[in-house]
């Protein structure tokens, strides 16, 4: 069973700002937090990951709370290329399984 | 290749048919993965493979899916006798990822819808 709670979706004009939030309260020390999006008619696309500290990359920017229960992703400038489902993924390497286990995602719409 | 190849991009099959899949993970990519998309969201895990070898097949339904990845050969998954409850997009992903470490992530290909009239 997916281990996050994410809102089913979410709206954003273009060039602003979007943050897609995620709570993951029973995260445990050995969890990575993983993003992916799945744009219309492809496949989940890797985004972005983290463990304690925030993490920028050219995609995108992850806050992650201090007591890492939550996380949110930042898509700086929001471009209509970002619209898609958006996914926050709880990931143990001591779990013994290489699997993402997918919740239901953030839909999230970009308006011109 | 950077991109994980899926083939066919879309089947039909008659209820009852034999419909197969083709997954061609990135070179090097030690872990193949197939997960099952069958309402707009919704992913389920079917199974995994490292190397030629199962990892996972715990979201496989055994009755009339199987799942190989020889080498030298793309992977597959074969779905005996459909259902229309098989109507969905699968979508094969693979990763080089070690359980030590973090610093990955999955590819995954377009995937291929498969419609079961």
């Known amino acids: 069973d997916a281990k996050t709670t994410q809102p089913n979706s979410m709206e954003s004009n273009e060039e602003e700002p979007v943050h897609l939030p995620c709570n993951h309260s029973?995260?445990?020390?050995?969890?990575?937090i993983h993003w992916y999006r799945q744009l219309p008619s492809q496949g989940p696309e890797y985004v972005i990951h983290?463990?304690?500290s925030n993490v920028n990359n050219r995609m995108a920017s992850l806050a992650i709370a201090e007591d890492r229960k939550s996380s949110t992703l930042i898509l700086h400038r929001a471009t209509l290329r970002d619209a898609a489902v958006y996914y926050c993924?709880?990931?143990?390497?001591?779990?013994?399984?290489?699997?993402?286990?997918f919740g239901k995602g953030t839909k999230l719409t970009v308006n011109p | 290749g950077e991109e994980v190849a899926q083939t066919p991009k879309h089947l039909v099959r008659g209820e009852g048919q034999k419909a197969k899949l083709y997954c061609a993970p990135i070179?090097?990519?030690?872990?193949v993965f197939w997960y099952q998309q069958v309402l707009k969201n919704e992913f389920k895990f079917l199974i995994s493979?490292?190397?030629?070898?199962?990892?996972?097949e715990t979201g496989m339904p055994k009755e009339r899916f199987s799942a190989k990845c020889l080498p030298n050969s793309p992977c597959s998954l074969e779905i005996q006798a459909t259902k229309l409850e098989d109507s969905a997009v699968y979508f094969c992903?693979?990763?080089?990822?070690?359980?030590?470490?973090?610093?990955?992530?999955?590819?995954f290909g377009s995937g291929t819808r498969l419609t079961v009239v």
């Open positions: 070179k090097g990519h030690s872990y």
């Open positions: 993924i709880l990931r143990d390497l001591q779990g013994g399984s290489e699997k993402l286990v």
């Open positions: 029973t995260i445990s020390g050995t969890d990575y």
């Open positions: 493979f490292q190397n030629e070898n199962v990892f996972d």
């Open positions: 992903a693979s990763s080089q990822s070690r359980r030590d470490d973090p610093n990955y992530g999955y590819t």
């Open positions: 983290g463990l304690t």
